[in-house]
């Protein structure tokens, strides 16, 4: 047992029992009555009095009884509670996870989210008065909802304050938030002037969590203040019967640029069998409709956790041979009632078909234009003078490249608008880069095997004769490197990338005799070499859809210059006026619902993006019976939190029954 | 009756009761010697025409009472003896203290009328009747009345007496005592609310042979006392205050106390010889004097 409101019983009482014990204290006016005599009257008196030990007792029980009530009702007025969680501590830390999962309705008709603000406001209100809590909601990223207080009423309305997200819930930056504010709590709780080390008188806080249990990165949190024994998590949610869609993609047929293919992996997270409808939208039109039978999740961990899609609940929904000629947005809706919807939706952008523009800046190289040829890209040539004397216009669009990707061929320029470039044997004239000497006799000696640019090539047979020493800035990311030499690298600058070879395909010796550099520019290596050099440059005009990014996970947007706002309209259509001047990207984090976003003006290609859960984490709504934080498990309290329960009805109960008693005893009393 | 007053009478006795009461007669369990010849036998001898014994003739003696039959046959001379006929004194002791005037009617009503109704029979057998009022000691008294036709005498002093003063048998014994060498009845008419207890009263009057009666008088309101809440009791008497809070425990005490104190008088008086009756004033009193009296042998 417990008091709220300690004080009030010490006032309530000292306002009250004196008076009461003052008024007994008065002499009692008795009316005066004639008798015959006394003498039987007295003795009857002394003979109670000697006869009963309790007779003063007994005199003074309506006192007592009355003073009972009065106690009773102090206490009442202090708020006792029953302990049933543990004892009161003085801080208290609240940690609401409002990830996509907290919006599963269960079947009271409440979102784990609201069930959770609930139990987080039936806490406050068992909290001693003195107690101070703070209140921060999760998802992927941590908000402090209330910095710490002890006005009740506040905490609670900032508790309704928060709102459900489409987010994954990652706990590690709610603790970082909560740490960096005890600490200030220390600090700014200290006399001025004293000087007691902050952490040493660190209070012992209790931290409650709320959530379902589906933390990303619960294992890696690293608790350095709070005692994760001392930690309270309150499991809400019941229902695990949810299908989601875990990835989706669509991909152009690289013959047939207008045919698309739609893929999406849904997984049945429940424990019963489904079948569930799954539907192709292209900019709204229903384009295609596929029935998928899900068997239930296994009750194993080990398969339950693999996404394999040779396991019964886990399908690949495949759209084949969609015609579509055009850029948009493709969506795709499982059509079922479960518990979370927010992963029953998958979107994907996808630009219209358009081969890659490719710029030849050549004197005579064969190779290369016979590479070109094979690969499905529209390309042109010129000589290192057109391009310098081309118009602007045929160089530039936009201020941007007019060519997807510029190929130099032995050809050092600083005409370089922003675009993609690729140097054979030459260097862009940019800060930090210069070409030396040639060099002969050098071999490759490393280079990174997993960069896309080096996919499917045999690296061992690019045999150069003759390359340039490079002096590369230090962010240069090497792809190849000879002994002590860059072989490949490359740049970024100004929203341009660059790739740097230091060898060309074309050599030529002391007497400008021109030579093959090396025998491999004639091997099957050289073509895929190159087409991954143009695909990669090239990635924005890609021929499959763009990924998207995850909810809460903020997005670099580039922008038409010269343009003041922006605006970012929402799946919820909700208007973000972004202003932009002087930039030419912006960043944007409200991405916390899935859906599209439309940004407005926009750069064309880059003027929608998506925002999908694709996180099965968030999917898999089952409640988590154990937590594990960082190298500790902690349980989950299922259902109610264990809070502190008021006693004060049992109280005034008990003080009714004395006014009962009083009562009775009194007409004992009075008539006879 | 012709001189009694009429007003008087009908206050205390009603006529038609005083016709009953013609019939009756005060009997004594013992024979006391009076001073005037009555109409009662007594074991002194006399010279009624009762015969009672022989003795031997000796010089002096009247010689009207030799039988002189006995002295024909046997040649010697006896005297025949005969009871003599004498009055009873009866003595009436009312309690007037001031918690006789209580109740309704009062217990000091209650008791004159019992006094009249004993007066009347007394009076009507030619017993010598003595009235005394007491309180802390006699306060009133009308003694040596005789005959009937005094009988206004005796309602004047009923009539007039008055209820004051505190109640102290012990005195009023003792002077009764010394003023009353008389052996006879004597009748006390009180509540017996003794303070000082009612023990050496009664060992005053019982040291001088009386044939003792004591009827307690008390009324219904002492018997079962109606009082709620907290009070301030106060005797009628001294003006002595008892504080109470009347409880069902402190009232059923009470009448416990009341039981034991009328118990206590009634065994001390058995034991001594005393007759003793309890009885409330919503009993009838020619109830009373008609049924109770006569049960005790005091009226026949």
């Keep these: ?672 | 009756m012709a001189v009694l007053d009429r007003k008087q009478s009908d206050d205390l006795l009603d006529p038609a009761f005083m016709n009953k009461l013609d019939q009756l007669a005060l009997m004594s369990k013992k024979i006391f010697a009076g001073k005037m010849r009555g109409e009662r036998l007594t074991k002194r001898r006399g010279d009624s025409a009762e015969f009672a014994d022989y003795r031997n003739y000796v010089s002096g003696d009247d010689l009207r009472y030799l039988d002189w039959n006995i002295y024909a046959r046997l040649g010697q001379l006896f005297l025949k003896l005969f009871l003599q006929e004498e009055d009873l004194h009866v003595s009436v002791l009312i309690d007037v203290s001031k918690s006789m005037d209580w109740g309704d009617p009062s217990k000091g009503r209650y008791a004159r009328q019992v006094a009249a109704a004993i007066s009347y029979i007394a009076l009507s057998n030619f017993d010598r009747l003595s009235l005394y009022a007491y309180s802390d000691g006699l306060q009133y008294e009308l003694t040596g009345v005789r005959g009937r036709r005094l009988m206004f005498k005796v309602m004047e002093f009923l009539t007039k007496i008055e209820f004051d003063g505190t109640s102290n048998l012990t005195a009023t014994g003792k002077q009764f005592a010394i003023r009353h060498p008389q052996p006879g009845i004597v009748l006390i008419l009180s509540d017996f609310f003794e303070k000082g207890g009612f023990e050496d009263g009664f060992r005053y009057l019982l040291g001088r042979n009386y044939d003792l009666y004591a009827v307690q008088i008390l009324s219904p309101e002492e018997i079962e006392p109606n009082l709620v809440g907290d009070l301030r009791l106060q005797d009628v008497e001294d003006d002595d205050a008892a504080e109470v809070t009347i409880s069902r425990a402190l009232i059923n005490r009470y009448r416990q106390n009341l039981q034991a104190y009328c118990e206590s008088i009634k065994q001390y008086c058995t034991r001594r010889g005393v007759s003793y009756l309890f009885t409330s004033t919503d009993v009838p009193f020619d109830q009373i004097v008609l049924s109770y009296f006569r049960q005790r042998g005091l009226i026949q």
């Design chain 1, 1 to 672: 047992m417990n008091f709220l409101n300690p004080a009030s019983i010490a006032l309530a009482a000292g306002l009250t029992i004196p008076p009461l014990v003052a008024l007994y204290f008065l002499k009692l006016k008795r009316s005066v009555r004639l008798v015959p005599s006394t003498l039987l009257w007295k003795k009857s008196v002394e003979d109670l009095q000697v006869n009963s030990p309790f007779q003063r007792l007994r005199k003074s029980l309506l006192l007592l009884l009355q003073l009972l009530v009065l106690i009773l009702a102090a206490i009442a007025l202090g708020k006792p509670m029953f302990e049933t969680a543990d004892a009161y501590e003085s801080t208290v830390l609240l940690l609401i996870d409002q990830s996509a999962s907290m919006g599963v309705v269960e079947e009271a008709g409440q979102t784990r989210l609201e069930i959770a603000k609930e139990q987080a406001k039936l806490q406050v209100d068992s909290l001693s008065d003195d107690a101070r809590a703070m209140v921060i909601a999760f998802c992927d990223r941590a908000i402090v909802v209330s910095s710490f207080d002890t006005d009740k009423q506040s905490l609670k309305r900032k508790i309704d304050s928060i709102e459900q997200t489409q987010s994954t819930s990652s706990l590690s930056e709610a603790f970082s938030l909560a740490e960096a504010y005890a600490q200030n709590l220390i600090i700014g709780g200290e006399q001025p002037g004293s000087d007691i080390a902050p952490v040493s008188a660190a209070p012992p806080a209790t931290v409650f969590l709320f959530t379902d249990g589906k933390i990303e990165d619960a294992d890696k949190v690293a608790l350095e203040q709070f005692d994760v024994t001392k930690m309270r998590v309150t499991n809400v949610g019941l229902r695990d019967d949810n299908i989601g869609i875990l990835a989706m993609a669509a991909r152009r047929n690289y013959e047939h640029p207008e045919r698309l293919e739609v893929t999406a992996i849904v997984r049945n997270f429940g424990s019963k069998p489904v079948t569930v409808d799954a539907v192709l939208y292209i900019d709204g039109r229903n384009v295609d409709i596929q029935t998928i039978i899900l068997d239930p999740t296994p009750a194993s961990d080990a398969t339950r956790t693999s996404a394999d899609p040779e396991l019964g609940h886990v399908k690949l929904a495949a759209f084949d041979d969609i015609v579509f000629g055009g850029g948009g947005v493709i969506e795709v809706v499982l059509r079922v009632d479960d518990a979370l919807s927010a992963d029953d939706r998958a979107w994907a952008v996808i630009d219209p078909p358009r081969r890659a523009r490719v710029l030849l800046v050549t004197e005579d190289n064969l190779f290369l234009e016979n590479v070109l040829q094979t690969l499905a890209v529209d390309y042109s040539t010129m000589t290192g003078d057109q391009y310098e004397s081309a118009s602007e216009n045929v160089i530039t669009t936009d201020q941007r490249s007019a060519f997807d990707v510029v190929m130099f061929d032995r050809h050092t320029t600083d005409r370089l608008p922003r675009g993609n470039y690729l140097f054979w044997g030459a260097v862009p004239k940019i800060e930090g880069v210069l070409a030396g000497e040639t060099v002969d006799g050098e071999i490759i000696f490393d280079w990174d095997e997993t960069h896309p640019i080096l996919r499917h090539v045999a690296v061992e047979t690019i045999d150069p004769i003759r390359w340039i020493d490079l002096t590369l800035p230090r962010d240069a990311v090497s792809i190849m490197e000879g002994r002590r030499l860059p072989v490949m690298s490359y740049l970024t600058r100004d929203g341009s990338q660059f790739l740097i070879s230091a060898f060309s395909l074309i050599g030529e010796d002391e007497l400008g005799r021109r030579f093959r550099n090396g025998d491999w520019v004639a091997s099957a290596d050289f073509v895929v070499l190159v087409q991954n050099m143009v695909q990669y440059l090239s990635s924005n005009i890609a021929t499959q859809s763009k990924r998207g990014v995850s909810p809460g996970e903020p997005v670099t947007l580039p922008i038409p210059e010269g343009v003041e706002t922006v605006e970012i309209t929402g799946p919820d259509g909700v208007v973000h006026a972004i202003p932009a001047a002087r930039y030419q990207t912006i960043h944007f984090a409200r991405t916390r619902q899935v859906g599209t976003y439309t940004i407005r003006p926009g750069v064309a290609g880059s003027d929608v993006f998506t925002v999908n859960l694709f996180s099965e984490t968030e999917s898999d709504v089952a409640p988590a019976k154990t937590l594990t934080l960082g190298a500790s498990n902690v349980n989950a309290q299922a259902g109610a939190v264990p809070i502190n329960k008021p006693a004060w009805t049992y109280f005034l109960v008990a003080l009714l029954v004395m006014l009962l008693l009083e009562w009775i005893v009194y007409n004992q009393r009075v008539f006879v």
